[in-house]
């Protein structure tokens, strides 16, 4: 039982260049959840997915896209690389309180991605 | 917009010696989470107390909230060093939606 993997770990990006941070969970969670963690900001929600098929929006969705096709998998992508979106990324999973029924769940974090945007 | 803001921002305290951080949020909660983020890793889920508990143990944590003061506190017993980490609360607003909503964190150093 692997919980929350990232990858990669590290990743440096010219400005303007495309990528893609990889978020996969093995605990059959059906919430996914990316944030960014900045110093003296905490964590602030991107996007996230209550189930295969279904996203939205966070707190700060600009200039990211995500997908979620599988309930395992939950990619987040960078469109244009900006030199505002150096930062750690977390991925984040639960259980859904809608299927459970027991009000909001902890959330399991991956190790994260730490990205610098040249 | 943060809505939980965690207080002291940082806490250097002795082994052995009990460490309290606290939490304040700004609007009405279903449930308050705290968790702990060691140097270069994830955050890692600690407690979990709903808006009509009042206090709620984990071994060595204790966590109490006070809804009509919007705020919670986290206390850690007999300190060890391996309890050095930064830690965070997080609220959710709506029953059934999995958002949460971080403080800022305290950075806990316990010495040895």
Same mark, same amino acid.
């Given at each position: 039982?692997?919980?929350?993997? /990232? *990858?990669?770990?590290?990743?440096?990006?010219? *400005?303007?260049?495309?990528?893609?941070?990889?978020?996969?969970?093995?605990?059959? +969670?059906?919430?996914?959840?990316?944030?960014? /963690?900045?110093?003296?900001?905490?964590?602030?929600?991107?996007?996230?997915?209550?189930?295969?098929?279904? !996203?939205?929006?966070?707190?700060?969705? #600009?200039?990211?896209?995500?997908?979620?096709?599988?309930?395992?998998?939950?990619?987040?992508?960078?469109?244009?690389?900006?030199?505002?979106? !150096?930062?750690?990324?977390?991925?984040? &999973?639960?259980?859904?309180?809608?299927? !459970?029924?027991? @009000? #909001?769940?902890?959330? +399991?974090?991956? $190790?994260?991605?730490?990205?610098?945007?040249? | 917009?943060?809505?939980? %803001?965690? $207080?002291?921002?940082?806490?250097?305290?002795?082994?052995? %010696?009990?460490?309290?951080? #606290?939490?304040?949020?700004?609007? &009405?909660?279903?449930?308050?989470?705290?968790?702990?983020?060691?140097?270069?890793?994830?955050?890692? +889920?600690?407690?979990?107390?709903?808006?009509?508990?009042? %206090?709620? +143990?984990?071994?060595?944590?204790?966590? *109490?909230?006070?809804?009509?003061?919007?705020? &919670?506190?986290?206390?850690?017993?007999?300190?060890?060093?391996?309890?050095?980490? &930064?830690?965070?609360?997080?609220?959710?607003?709506?029953? @059934?939606? %999995?958002?949460?909503?971080?403080? !800022?964190?305290?950075?806990?150093?316990?010495?040895?």
């Amino acid at each position: 039982n692997a919980g929350v993997t /990232q *990858t990669p770990k590290f990743q440096v990006l010219k *400005t303007g260049q495309s990528m893609t941070l990889q978020c996969a969970q093995d605990m059959n +969670h059906e919430y996914m959840s990316w944030y960014r /963690q900045d110093p003296g900001m905490g964590l602030r929600l991107i996007h996230y997915s209550v189930g295969a098929g279904i !996203t939205d929006q966070g707190e700060v969705p #600009n200039g990211y896209n995500v997908s979620r096709s599988t309930t395992e998998d939950f990619p987040l992508r960078l469109l244009s690389a900006a030199p505002s979106q !150096t930062s750690v990324y977390f991925c984040a &999973s639960s259980y859904s309180s809608l299927i !459970t029924g027991q @009000g #909001n769940q902890p959330q +399991h974090f991956g $190790d994260g991605t730490r990205l610098s945007i040249l | 917009s943060q809505q939980g %803001e965690e $207080d002291p921002q940082a806490l250097s305290i002795q082994e052995g %010696e009990n460490a309290t951080m #606290n939490c304040s949020y700004k609007t &009405s909660i279903n449930n308050l989470q705290w968790y702990r983020q060691n140097s270069g890793r994830g955050l890692v +889920h600690l407690i979990l107390i709903r808006s009509n508990e009042r %206090e709620k +143990h984990s071994g060595r944590l204790r966590v *109490t909230l006070d809804t009509s003061k919007k705020s &919670s506190s986290l206390l850690i017993t007999a300190s060890r060093a391996a309890d050095t980490a &930064s830690y965070f609360c997080a609220t959710d607003s709506n029953f @059934g939606n %999995e958002k949460l909503t971080f403080g !800022t964190g305290t950075r806990l150093t316990i010495i040895p």
